[in-house]
């Protein structure tokens, strides 16, 4: 996969102004908490918002102090590590991952815990606290993307469990070089029907 050019399209009957989450699971520990990777807001009935799902991916680190490292370009494959330099602690290449389909960092630094960020397409896709000295993070990803609708929900966080729990639609992208994704449903009163999003306009990869 390279890059996938999706362009969002609402043509819903709804009339309150939700927001639209899209995420990934970290396949490496799917049960753990997702980061809303795009929020898309304000977007009207008619409206279109496009934008794209790549494989370009770049990792950071934040250390016990609140230092966050420059972001490096990533591939699946690769690891990294935290060290202490003569600089201070810094976030460097290491070699191959263990896993092919992953993407490592891992806290080589003597005291203090870090955590690990990958991005994917410049926006925060997962992460992982805490990192005790000694200990790695792990990503991996497939083709799939979630998308909801949802309230107060901010880019680049945790979703809400809850949250998770009620966003449902699971869309793989795999072989797509571009798609709409329209939504529809909503509304209110006795007519009104639950949110659903297909793929529409698909062209192959």
């Known amino acids: 996969m390279s890059v996938v050019q999706l362009n969002f399209i ?12 899209i995420f990934q699971k970290n396949e490496s520990s799917p049960n753990g908490p997702a980061v809303a990777w795009r929020v898309i807001q304000n ?10 799902f790549s494989s370009v ?9 609140g230092n966050y490292t420059p972001r490096l370009s990533a591939s699946m494959g690769q690891a990294f590590e935290m060290i202490l330099a003569r600089s201070g602690d810094v976030l460097k290449y290491k070699g191959a991952a263990s896993n092919s389909n992953e993407v490592e960092l891992e806290n080589n630094l ?9 991005y994917r397409d410049g926006k925060l896709c997962a992460s992982q606290r805490n990192l005790a000295p000694s200990s790695k993070a792990a990503f991996q990803f497939n083709s799939n993307i979630y998308i ?4 107060q929900i901010v880019e680049g966080q945790t979703i809400d469990a809850a949250v ?3 966003i449902n639609t699971e869309i793989d992208l795999f072989g797509i070089a571009s798609a709409d994704i329209v939504m529809t449903g909503g509304g209110v009163g006795p007519n009104a029907t639950p949110f659903t999003f297909t793929l529409e306009n698909i062209v192959s990869a």
Not at 43 to 52: A, L, Q, S, Y
């Open 43 to 52: 977007c009207g009935i008619g409206d279109h918002h496009p934008f794209t």
């Open 110 to 118: 003597s005291t203090g815990a870090v955590s690990a960020e990958i």
């Open 164 to 166: 998770m729990s009620q």
């Open 57 to 65: 991916f770049s990792v950071s680190a934040v250390d016990s102090y």
């Open 10 to 21: 609402n043509k819903s009957n709804e009339t309150k102004n939700n927001e639209i989450v």
């Open 148 to 151: 909801g609708a949802a309230a």
